[in-house]
Nanobody, 119 residues
């Protein structure tokens, strides 16, 4: 069974920082692109940042310069360092990974971790 498990969410004041982690486990042969998405109440899920297996990154305009995505391939883990947090960053944050498994390549989601930024 393959799963992605996020951690690191919480409550922080505006201007503060949090670091999210997403660890992949199970019968995984490879991990291709990974990404972070977020969903605020009443809104659609949106892309925050992605990183390829080679380390190329892409960010939503709203987080550029404040958030940094990185990965540790040896640990099958992707991170999201969030600095200068704003109340509008409040959302559930979800990890997604394109994982190579026996049956092929699948897209897997974590259960999410809540980030709340107070003003």
């Amino acid at each position: 069974q393959v799963q992605l498990v996020e951690s690191g969410g919480g409550l922080v004041q505006a201007g503060g920082s949090l670091r999210l982690s997403c660890a992949a486990s199970g019968s995984i042969f490879s991990i291709n692109a990974m990404g972070w998405y977020r969903q605020a109440p009443g809104k659609q899920r949106e892309l925050v940042a992605t990183i390829t297996s080679g380390g190329s990154t892409n960010y939503a305009d709203s987080v550029k310069g404040r958030f940094t995505i990185s990965r540790d391939n040896a640990k099958n883990t992707v991170y999201l360092q969030m600095n200068s947090l704003k109340p509008e960053d409040t959302a559930g944050y979800y990890c997604n990974g394109r994982l190579g498994v026996v049956a092929g390549t699948i897209s897997s989601w974590g259960q999410g971790t809540q980030v709340t930024v107070s003003s």
